[in-house]
């Protein structure tokens, strides 16, 4: 039995013409929100509805680095209002009493680690995450 696969799942439908329906609603929302501007404060409404327009024309059409200008908007936002960590971590700089320690403490560090110890580490650690050995 055979199905037919979606192809082309991310593109949206165009439902009013041209435009879908996201566009659609920016659209109309930035004409809607212009045209009570200009229709109550005349002059200073017109000033203020150009902006407005310009932005709700880039909400619909604009696109960055193939990202829809809404993304970037929402992840701008998501930036500024959310917190930040900052960390700072100073440069040590060497003085005499950090130098290297001598290669005979590297080497008797290196032999107290026996073959013995390390399987049997290796063995407490294989029970602790055997999932046979779980008692839930």
Request: hydrophobic content about 45%; proline content about 5%; overall charge positive.
């Amino acid at each position: 039995m055979e199905y037919q696969v979606p192809q082309f799942i991310e593109v949206e439908d165009k439902i009013f013409g041209p435009l879908t329906l996201k566009q659609f609603i920016y659209l109309a929302g930035g004409a809607g929100l212009c045209a009570v501007l200009i229709l109550n404060l005349h002059a200073i409404g017109f000033v203020l509805a150009v902006p407005i327009a310009a932005f709700s024309a880039a909400l619909a059409f604009y696109k960055i680095n193939s990202k829809s200008f809404t993304d970037i908007v929402e992840a701008g936002f998501n930036f500024y209002t959310s917190g930040r960590l900052y960390l700072w971590k100073k440069d040590s700089v060497p003085t005499k009493k950090a130098q290297v320690a001598p290669a005979t403490n590297v080497t008797r560090q290196k032999l107290s680690l026996s073959k013995g110890k390390l399987r049997d580490l290796a063995w407490s650690l294989d029970i602790k995450d055997s999932p046979t050995n779980n008692p839930s």
